[in-house]
């Protein structure tokens, strides 16, 4: 898709240009299209199922990077809003209420809800900025948690820390992604299904992003993000264009929550936790703010690295040492810790920052210690 | 009535701890302007270390006092060297860095020291020895323990030696102009990384005193108790206004009386749809409060409009 859209930008400047565009173009679709048969094939299905958390991230890093990346809105809460989406869908398609409605109409459904928790949550945060707003998220987060933890007394809402199981596989016309499914011949087993559904549904994500990016509305997240005050004497009306922000990051994240519950089958108050939200924030600010090519690397990244450390920590342990000496888990979650603050303090703008950002980074503030003041 | 009263005890002793942790953020963010999410992890460990001096030393014969007199000065060594490298390693290469990246290296700190506190402790509950006394007295029929006496008169008398350091001493004048302008401060002969450096020491200092006063209220610690923790804390520190060493004391005490007392009546308030359970949101639902009302918090100086 992004191939795509680079192409027709070079089409208006140069054939040749447009010609490899579209080369390129082809040539990453056919490797987007065999990716989860070589990834099955050649690591396993375990494997396979982290590429397709990997989408669901990216979808999360991409939403996020609206409010952080191009609006410059510290948002610390943001797991919440993939929450929302997928407690909506846990309990419009479980034997939890008995309901069963289509996905189509749910998933749609928990981008609304989200964007909605957006607008609320945007509301009351307005005129805060920086550590204030990050907090005042952080506190909104935790607090979707805590409801959603003890919400089954005296009225079983969300069934508390065991949360909701059976939920409905994601199913299209009959067809459900939970069996394999046959094609002209072809069988294609689930988690294969899955990637692909994720694909085309995160390719739609960038490319929306991609023209707000270059949007009337993304020209004025940005110009809010480096100086909200400019912004406003420029007739833009702030206080709209950052709920816009809020509301649009939400609604991404609605979606990619309802497709993890579908996916999962399972939601507990657990996977929405703060180490979530700081996980996506970090998908973001490591791979390059306001970057769309940065965050889609953060989001691969930071949800392949841990998997790779979580299989790597056990079996390296056993051939140097003969045996398992420190807890994998925390060994990984230590080595991530270590990775955040290695790259913030060698690439404080991210891995892939953006042009804008770069230069940014380049102008020397002339105060010693407080920045931006 | 005495439920009250009881409640009022207990958020007191709830507040000081709180007050005591807030103070280490207040006086970082009054001096670089920044968040250190950290500050939680420190308290963490110093309740840690303070613990297994205890253990080590439960069955060595000496009197209690010494005990907990050798586990406080072994966690207050171990957090101010631990603040000390914080602050080094993670912060001072990005003090000329945009907001996020120190925010970032933060996080990366917090999961990292919860991580080694992991690796070195286990992920079990830590009970704590019961070695203090346990006599009870009564007060207008709530009961407070000496326990809770201490911490409190503990509390209050690191708070006022704080606040003497910080009024009265030349060390805490360096340290105030900081806060105000380092640039102007270092040109009046302060050397800023010096001032730095010591707040997150004495900070740190604070928070493992603040670690060992709640494993010992709560007889528990683990590897993840410092995050809550701070979280709260830091609310706490903008509840009072924060920057201000004052405020952080205010709001910290305030919290915890807010916090249980509200867990104490929420039951009642709600007619039982809210338990007590819900204890953890207040915290919350206080920051939003304040930070929409009067986002200088209750005593704090009007901060800038682009933070």
């Not at chain 1, 805590?146 to 067809?175: E, K, R, Y």
Request: proline share 4%.
């Amino acid at each position: 898709m992004m191939g795509f859209l680079a192409s027709f930008e070079a089409l208006r400047h140069d054939k040749r240009a447009a010609i490899a565009a579209i080369a390129a173009t082809v040539a990453m679709g056919i490797v987007l299209a065999v990716f989860p048969f070589i990834v099955g094939s050649a690591l396993g299905n375990s494997w396979l199922r982290i590429v397709d958390f990997a989408m669901l991230y990216i979808m999360l890093a991409l939403g996020l990077n609206i409010v952080v990346g191009f609006a410059g809105l510290l948002d610390m809460g943001y797991i919440a809003f993939y929450a929302v989406g997928a407690y909506l869908y846990a309990l419009l398609a479980s034997p939890h209420f008995g309901l069963h409605l289509p996905v189509w109409l749910i998933i749609p459904a928990g981008a609304v809800l989200a964007g909605i928790f957006g607008a609320l949550l945007g509301a009351p945060t307005l005129r805060l900025r920086g550590d204030y707003l990050a907090i005042v998220t952080l506190g909104f987060g935790e607090i979707v948690r805590i409801f959603l933890n003890n919400l089954n007394a005296p009225v079983n809402i969300t069934n508390g820390p065991q949360g909701i199981s059976g939920i409905d596989p994601i199913h299209l016309g009959g067809i459900t992604l939970a069996k394999p499914i046959s094609v002209l011949g072809f069988t294609i087993p689930s988690l294969h299904a899955y990637y692909y559904l994720f694909l085309v549904l995160a390719l739609g994500i960038v490319f929306v992003t991609i023209r707000l990016e270059n949007s009337r509305i993304g020209r004025a997240w940005v110009a809010i993000r480096e100086d909200e005050i400019a912004a406003k004497s420029c007739g833009i009306n702030t206080r709209n264009i950052k709920l816009l922000a809020f509301t649009m990051g939400a609604s991404f994240g609605g979606v990619a929550g309802g497709l993890f519950a579908g996916f999962q089958g399972f939601v507990s108050p657990e996977s929405f936790n703060l180490m979530e939200s700081v996980m996506v924030l970090c998908m973001v600010v490591l791979g390059g703010m306001g970057n769309i090519p940065g965050v889609i690397l953060g989001g691969i990244l930071l949800t392949v690295l841990p998997e790779v450390f979580r299989h790597g920590a056990g079996p390296v342990q056993m051939a140097l040492f003969g045996k398992i000496l420190l807890d994998p888990e925390a060994l990984r979650m230590l080595l991530f810790g270590l990775a955040l603050v290695v790259v913030m303090l060698y690439r404080p703008a991210g891995l892939w920052p953006s042009t804008t950002r770069r230069r940014e980074f380049k102008g020397e503030s002339t105060d010693v210690l407080k920045e931006g003041e | 009535m005495d439920i009250f009263i009881q409640q009022i005890i207990n958020g007191l002793v709830l507040g000081s701890i709180y007050a005591l942790v807030a103070l280490g953020y207040t006086m970082v963010y009054g001096i670089m302007g920044l968040i250190n999410f950290a500050h939680g992890e420190v308290v963490m460990i110093g309740a840690m270390v303070a613990l297994m001096v205890i253990k080590l030393l439960v069955n060595s014969g000496l009197p209690v006092f010494i005990i907990i007199l050798i586990a406080l000065a072994a966690a207050v060594a171990v957090c101010m060297a631990v603040g000390y490298s914080i602050e080094r390693i993670a912060y001072r290469p990005l003090r000329r860095a945009p907001k996020l990246a120190p925010l970032i290296t933060a996080i990366g700190v917090s999961i990292i020291l919860q991580n080694l506190a992991m690796l070195v402790w286990g992920r079990n509950y830590h009970a704590f020895p019961p070695i203090l006394p346990t006599s009870e007295h009564d007060i207008f029929g709530a009961t407070i323990t000496s326990l809770q006496v201490a911490i409190v008169l503990i509390a209050a008398l690191m708070m006022t030696g704080l606040i003497i350091l910080i009024h009265r001493t030349r060390l805490g004048r360096a340290m105030r102009a900081t806060s105000e302008n380092p640039p102007i401060a270092q040109l009046m002969g302060v050397n800023i990384n010096q001032i730095i450096s010591f707040t997150f020491v004495i900070g740190s200092a604070l928070a493992a005193v603040a670690g060992l006063m709640v494993s010992a209220n709560y007889s528990i610690a683990h590897y993840y108790m410092g995050f809550m923790l701070g979280l709260k804390a830091f609310t706490a520190a903008v509840l009072g206004g924060i920057g201000n060493i004052a405020g952080a004391v205010l709001g910290g005490i305030l919290l915890g009386l807010i916090e249980s007392l509200g867990a104490g009546y929420i039951g009642d308030l709600t007619g039982g749809f809210l338990g007590s359970h819900y204890q953890d949101i207040f915290a919350f639902f206080v920051l939003i409060g304040v930070l929409i009302f009067r986002p200088s918090g209750l005593i704090g100086e009007k901060v800038s409009e682009r933070a």
